[in-house]
């Protein structure tokens, strides 16, 4: 974990005192999905989804071009993938090392975004980046 030197002295590079994470970045990846999938099950289960919003703390309203409160959020959409194999560069090669999966290794994700419209732009925000903005991940 990186911390300053300070003096011999090992510590953090500030004088106040408040919890942060340590993570590292694979590890902050891995609690934020983990953080998303929670909260997508939240969502789909509560009775009344626009409170199940507003307890989270989601903005109804944000910034956009044309001001403070120019985006309205009008959707939440879920996508659900399978992930069925992997693809990476093969060393030496322009062509991709495939993997495909057997069938008790294929992976559901789903993932939410929260879908803001004004008279000019449409912005889907991942959930994924409002948690992290929210928890400080």
Known sequence: MPHDIVG????????HDHLHSHLKPE???AELQVLATQFIDG???AADKT???????????RPGKGGA????????????????GTASPSFGSREL????????????RTNMGLVYVS????????????????TGA
């Open 97 to 108: 090392s495939y993997l495909p999966f057997p069938g008790a290794m294929v992976r559901e």
């Open 8 to 15: 011999g002295h090992v510590g953090h590079n500030h004088a």
């Open 43 to 45: 969502f789909v289960q």
């Open 119 to 134: 008279m000019d732009e449409k912005v889907v925000e991942d959930i994924r980046d409002f948690l992290a903005a929210k």
């Open 69 to 84: 409160t120019a985006l309205k959020l009008v959707d939440v959409e879920l996508k659900t993938e399978w992930q069925v």
């Open 27 to 29: 590890d902050r990846a």
């Open 51 to 61: 409170s199940y919003l507003r307890l989270a703390g989601v903005p109804f309203e």
